[in-house]
């Protein structure tokens, strides 16, 4: 890993771990960002050309504030529960954006942005799924906050009756299995020894 990506790494590293405590939170947030990094993109693109080095930053910072407040705002018409639940974490993407764009993200071609979307997707949904399983003993629970159903009681597939560990659900919990899962991602793909 490169310094220039240790910094935006690092920062995906908090809503990774805070707000994949249940799938709900996971996809809604990951569908947050997908559209707010590339509104963030496509404007400041736009507006590269017209601005000087100095300004750069500043225009950056307020297009970043502004998508990110439009978007918790339309988080909050949309479902207020599941805003309740994430919303210190989707506040996160304006500086997010403004990191993005100061380490020269959105100059990279689009296959390479649509596969570090795709990746901090599959990390928040599969490390959510695994912490709800693994905390709670269910999977999909309150899935009608982001789908806006009509059955607001339906609390997804229960596994377990009795709950599961309350660790997962912690941020303790979060990174020590970020951290088994790194752990056996590099077992897996160890070279083999030579002999």
Request: hydrophobic share 55%; charged share 10%; with cysteine.
């Amino acid at each position: 890993m490169s310094k220039s990506s240790l910094l935006p790494c690092s920062l995906m590293l908090t809503p990774l771990i805070g707000a994949t405590t249940l799938l709900v939170n996971a996809l809604g947030l990951w569908l947050m960002f997908v559209v707010v990094i590339t509104s963030f993109g496509l404007g400041m693109n736009a507006l590269r050309p017209r601005l000087l080095g100095a300004t750069r930053l500043w225009a950056s910072v307020l297009l970043a504030a502004m998508l990110t407040s439009c978007a918790e705002l339309g988080a909050q018409v949309w479902s207020l529960q599941w805003h309740q639940q994430t919303g210190i974490y989707s506040a996160l993407l304006a500086l997010q954006c403004v990191v993005l764009e100061q380490n020269k993200f959105f100059q990279l071609n689009w296959r390479d942005r649509l596969r570090v979307y795709g990746l901090f997707g599959v990390a928040m949904v599969g490390l959510s799924l695994l912490r709800e399983f693994i905390g709670y003993g269910t999977l999909g629970h309150h899935l009608s906050w982001l789908l806006v159903t009509t059955q607001a009681q339906w609390q997804g597939w229960v596994l377990t009756a009795d709950g599961g560990l309350r660790l997962a659900t912690l941020a303790p919990g979060g990174f020590i299995l970020l951290g088994l899962l790194i752990a056996a991602w590099q077992a897996w793909h160890r070279p083999p020894p030579s002999h």
